[in-house]
Structure formats: structure tokens, C-alpha cells
């Protein structure tokens, strides 16, 4: 059987549908962990996969959604984590065999990130580390981070499968609010930025809306490159008594998800709502279709969550500078102190430079510098360039940073190398 990455080169791949939706057709109540059905309800789970293999699913999902220990432990079922997902991958494996390809699926936490919330790198890094192990030893082809509202979470979870399995094939997806915007305010074209210097092979897009809604989001992200990834809800859903119907029909549906091909889509499935009758459609429209994919060539770009900058003509931005050299800085580092942080990162955002340049603090301690950083970027909101000459305080640095930094190297080979692991932009 061919890798999943060559595969989505030659032909399009039908994703399969909702998986809570359709648990709740079996008695999933909101109360529950659809998740610990793994354990509880294994041939349930199994009868699903397979309707959605018959349905003409090329990819299917694990029911590992909320399969963190954060997660579970709220059900229940702490120290289940191994359990619920191994026994999902092997489940999926099983069913689809030769004959098709298995994503886990990894969401959100359901915790807020620093500063916003309490949430912090190290965490996220270590509950999506504990879920991705059994995942991986449970044979899938690939991992689905998917409904991801804010990037740096989601790259949270990225470094963490990647430092477990660098060759696992990523599928990154972000859902988006009205105004084509994740929740922390990014918009497609930096996800796709971000996402794409990171290493991920697919990005995306799923949940929020209905085909017709996700078309100027796809379009968008294309603008950086694919392959990419579009499981769109089956329309806007309304209320009634109490449950959220969707009113779109299998046909329509597919038929709107064609509009996504010209620009790069390789990975078309559904998302709430839809069940077994899209995943038909859809494979009755795309079967043999080959992808129209654009590939991602450096932009020469960086980011903050909120803002893209072109730093590849470095000399002419304007910058600000937050040296750890300066004593004043050093104090407030060595202090972690809360109000004189935000104070320094407000009054360097007042300026309204395109970058905010940090340097030097080669002597510092690198746990004080980072948990400092945190702070400064969430309160400054610009895109970071990072002139620090020693490894042991930049990789730190760029592992917790919420966009894509750039780097100035002075052309040391460790700094470079650290550079390309996180994804950052190497200023000459």
C-alpha cells in the first residue's frame, strides 16, 4: 500500500463524517465522553468505522477527539489515556486494512492557553505528547489535529507528535468564526504561514460552517500553499427542541465541496452533521479525481497571531528593540515581574514597529527568559525577531512562540539548525 502522502498527490481522498453525530443516533448523551466508547462500546465503534469504509471513505478518523488525559480524567476514566486511544487506533486499523488509510484524530484541550488562560506550552505539550504514543503505536497513517481555534496550541501538538515521530504525516485544522478569523483573531492566510513553516504536509480548515461559508477561507489559505484539507459541516445548523438539525442534503453538500478542488483540496469529508450519506456523495462526485495542488514555496515572511510581516528586505523594517542585556531589562527578567512585563511589552507595542527585535540575555537564566517572553508576546501582539546567541535560550524561545519568528543566525550552524526545526525565517 502506498504511503498516505503519495497517495493525496495522484488522487483526491474521501474523508468520512461526524462521529459524535452519529454516536448520538446510539445513545451518546452530552454528559458522556464519546471517547471512553473506545472501552465501553468497542463494537459500536467498530460498526461505525465500517459504515463509514462501506459509505466510500478513503481516510477515516479514531473516536480519539478528546482523548486527553484532561479530558477523561473528567469522565472518569484518569489514566485511561493508552487504552481509549490504542484500542481506537487498532479498532480503525483493523477495519480499513489495506484498503484505506487511518487518522487519529486530536483536538483542542478544552483549556485556555497563557496569558489568556492557564494553559501553558509545557502542558499542552505533554498532554497531546501522552495521547499521541498510543496513537502512533496503534498504527495510524497519519494525525488529524483538527477544530483547533488557536494556532498555538495546535503547534503545541504539532512539535509533540513531531519529537515522538518526525515521519508522521500531520493534517493540521483550524476552525474559524464569522469573520474568517480563528477565535484569537488569526486569519487563514497566517495559519496557513505558520502551519506550513512548521512542517506540516496537509492543512485545513473543518466545523464552523457549512461548504458554502468555508470557500473564501480555502481560497485564502491556498494563497500559501497545500495540500489541503475542507470537512465543512453540513450546513448552519438550528435549534430544535433542544438539538442542533442541520438542513442541507447529502447532494448539495457534496455538490458545493466540488468548488474546493481548483484550490488545492486533497482531503474532502464532513464535520457535524453529516453522516455516512455525505461521505457517498462525496465519493460519487470525487472518485478518481486528481488534486489541483499548489505547493508552498517560502514567502519570506513572519508572524504574530495577528499580524504578517515581510522580513526578507529586513534592513527596511521598522523595528524595536527589547535587549536582555540592558540592566533596567535584566531587572524585570530576574524578577518575573507580572506588571513591569506587560508595561515593557505595552510600551514596545506603542511604537508600532513591524518587529519587535529580542536580544542578547545569553548569561540568563533560559526557564526566567522564556517564562518571561510568554508574557511579553501575549501583551505586545507583534511578530518577534529573535538575535539571541545561544542555543539553549533560542530553541526554548522559538518553541513557545505563538507565530513564526525569524532568526538572526550571525551565521552559527546550531542557531540555523534550530531555526529549521520550529520553522522560523533565517534573516541573512
Known amino acids: 500500500m502506498k504511503k498516505f502522502t503519495d497517495t493525496i498527490k495522484e488522487f483526491v481522498q474521501v474523508f468520512d463524517g461526524s462521529k459524535g453525530y452519529m454516536l448520538q443516533q446510539e445513545g451518546l448523551s452530552g454528559g458522556e465522553s464519546a471517547e471512553a466508547w473506545n472501552i465501553t462500546k468497542r463494537d459500536t465503534l467498530t460498526a461505525l468505522y465500517q459504515k463509514y469504509k462501506n459509505a466510500g471513505s478513503d481516510v477515516i478518523q479514531t473516536n480519539t477527539f478528546q482523548g486527553t488525559e484532561h479530558h477523561l480524567k473528567q469522565h472518569g476514566f484518569s489514566g485511561k489515556v493508552y487504552e481509549v486511544n490504542y484500542t481506537a487506533a487498532i479498532a480503525a486499523k483493523k477495519v480499513m486494512g489495506q484498503e484505506g488509510y487511518v487518522a487519529a484524530s486530536v483536538g483542542p484541550i478544552g483549556r485556555m492557553m497563557t496569558p489568556s488562560g492557564d494553559l501553558t506550552f509545557d502542558q499542552a505539550y505533554q498532554l497531546y505528547k501522552e495521547q499521541m504514543i498510543p496513537l502512533i503505536e496503534g498504527g495510524v497513517d497519519a494525525v488529524n489535529f483538527e477544530t483547533f481555534t488557536d494556532v498555538a496550541e495546535l503547534r503545541a501538538a504539532v512539535l509533540a507528535l513531531k519529537d515522538l515521530k518526525k515521519d508522521m504525516p500531520v493534517i493540521a485544522s483550524v476552525a474559524f468564526e464569522e469573520n474568517k478569523r480563528t477565535l484569537m483573531g488569526t486569519s487563514p492566510y497566517n495559519v496557513a504561514l505558520i502551519l506550513k513553516s512548521l512542517g506540516c504536509e496537509v492543512i485545513g480548515t473543518n466545523c464552523s460552517f457549512g461548504p458554502e461559508h468555508m470557500l473564501d477561507i480555502i481560497k485564502e489559505m491556498s494563497c500559501v500553499g497545500g495540500p489541503l484539507s475542507v470537512k465543512p459541516n453540513a450546513g448552519i445548523p438550528r435549534l430544535e427542541q433542544n438539538h442542533a438539525v442541520y438542513d442541507q442534503s447529502p447532494a448539495d453538500f457534496a455538490r458545493a465541496c466540488e468548488d474546493f478542488l481548483p484550490y488545492g483540496a486533497v482531503l474532502i469529508g464532513g464535520c457535524c452533521g453529516t453522516t455516512p450519506l455525505f461521505v457517498s456523495e462525496l465519493k460519487s462526485r470525487l472518485n478518481d479525481v486528481k488534486p489541483v495542488i499548489r505547493e508552498y514555496r517560502e514567502t519570506g515572511e513572519i508572524s ?67 517564562r518571561c517572553f510568554d508574557i511579553i508576546q501575549g501583551y505586545s501582539n507583534k511578530p518577534f525577531v529573535f538575535h539571541v546567541n545561544k542555543k539553549d535560550i533560542l530553541e526554548p524561545l522559538l518553541r513557545i512562540y505563538r507565530g513564526r519568528g525569524g532568526v538572526l543566525t550571525d551565521n552559527q550552524h546550531d542557531l540555523i539548525e534550530v531555526a529549521g526545526k520550529y520553522g522560523a525565517f533565517v534573516i541573512e
Open 304 to 370: 504574530s497571531l495577528n499580524f504578517v510581516v515581510k522580513i526578507n528586505e529586513y534592513d527596511t523594517c521598522n523595528r524595536v528593540v527589547l535587549d536582555m542585556d540592558d540592566p533596567n531589562t535584566r531587572r524585570i527578567i530576574n524578577n518575573e515581574d507580572l506588571l513591569d512585563l506587560m508595561t515593557l511589552a505595552m510600551d514596545a507595542k506603542d511604537l508600532e514597529p513591524d518587529v519587535i527585535v529580542l536580544q542578547g540575555g545569553a548569561d540568563l537564566d533560559p526557564g526566567k527568559v522564556c
